[in-house]
Each structure stands twice: as C-alpha cells, then as structure tokens.
C-alpha cells in the first residue's frame, strides 16, 4: 500500500507560478512511474505530466514548457512546477504512482485555480 499526500494547490492570477508537492509513504519500492494528472470542471481527468523510474519525462502539449515535473528520491516526494498559469489550468491536481507490478495509487486531490 502507497500513501500519497499532495500540498501546494490554491488560488493564484494568470501568469503567476505554483509548485505541488507529493510525498509518498508505505510500500515504496518497485515504483515504475510518478506523474500529475488533473480534472477541470465539465472535462474528463487528463495526464498532464509524468517521470520515470529512470528519469524520463512527458508533457500534455498544453502544458509543454511551462510546467516541469521532478522527483527527490531522498525525500519519496514528486514535484510538479507550473510557470506562466493560465485560467484553463484551473483544475483539481491529483498525484498518481504506478508500480513495476501496474499497481496504481491516487492522491486526494489538490485544486488550484487560476483567476483575476
């Protein structure tokens, strides 16, 4: 079993920057992928960023050059860090962890929204 506690979220303008952070806890090992994926009202859940085991790394094109997602194996935590916001960010961010095993595990949800 994984425990993932997500932080960061919250109200922020366009233009402005946010980081999320995802601490993971329990059975850690074996982890094959990390990545964010988030949920705008009316839409479906969509992947907006992921990193692997061995640091390879893919981006939603909508958010391609403005976002950057990192790990801190030290720390078992997941960053992601959203640049140059736009209202269409507004979302619930959620942290997601899979498995060598495709065992997956979800983060409760963090919203961040993006508003004047």
């Known amino acids: 079993q994984v425990q993932l506690v997500e932080s960061g979220g919250g109200l922020v303008q366009p233009g402005g920057s946010l980081r999320l952070s995802c601490a993971a806890s329990?059975?850690?090992?074996?982890?094959?992928?990390m990545g964010w994926y988030r949920q705008a009202p009316g839409k479906q859940r969509e992947v907006v960023a992921r990193?692997?085991?061995?640091?390879?790394?893919n981006y939603s094109d909508s958010v391609k050059g403005r976002f950057t997602i990192s790990r801190d194996n030290a720390k078992n935590t997941v960053y992601l860090q959203m640049n140059s916001l736009k209202p269409e960010d507004t979302a619930v961010y959620y942290c997601?962890?899979?498995?060598?095993?495709?065992?997956?595990?979800w983060g409760q949800g963090t919203q961040v929204t993006v508003s004047s």
């Open positions: 997601n962890v899979v498995k060598v095993n495709s065992a997956s595990y």
């Open positions: 990193i692997t085991s061995g640091g390879s790394t």
């Open positions: 329990g059975s850690i090992f074996s982890i094959a992928a």
